[in-house]
């Protein structure tokens, strides 16, 4: 039976440029990526690591969500 996906939140964080992920499920996560496809694989490296560390019970594949956000702003020409 596979267990329920972890949940992980990534934010754009403008001034620093980077992708910012944290989670309540995975104590101790907090780290950052210039793109999403880097925050992915780290986050593939660093979530069994933390979760090994935490001794946090459970099966050896470990699904994950993540949830992006980012605000833009756009401008509208006169009308």
């Known amino acids: ?3 329920k ?3 992980v939140r990534a934010e754009w964080d403008e001034e620093a440029v980077v ?6 499920d995975v104590p101790g996560l907090a780290t950052e ?3 999403l496809e ?8 660093l979530i069994p690591e933390l979760l090994d560390a935490n001794e ?3 099966e050896n ?3 994950f969500e993540l949830l992006t956000r980012r605000f ?4 509208r020409s006169a009308c």
Not at 19 to 24: E, F, K, N, Y
Not at 72 to 75: G, T
Request: net charge negative; charged share 25%.
């Open 1 to 3: 039976m596979q267990s």
């Open 5 to 7: 996906p972890l949940f």
């Open 19 to 24: 992708w910012v992920a944290t989670s309540d």
């Open 33 to 35: 990526a210039p793109t």
């Open 38 to 45: 880097d925050l992915v694989e780290k986050l593939k490296t």
């Open 56 to 58: 946090t019970p459970g």
């Open 61 to 63: 594949e470990v699904p």
């Open 72 to 75: 833009e702003k756009v401008y």
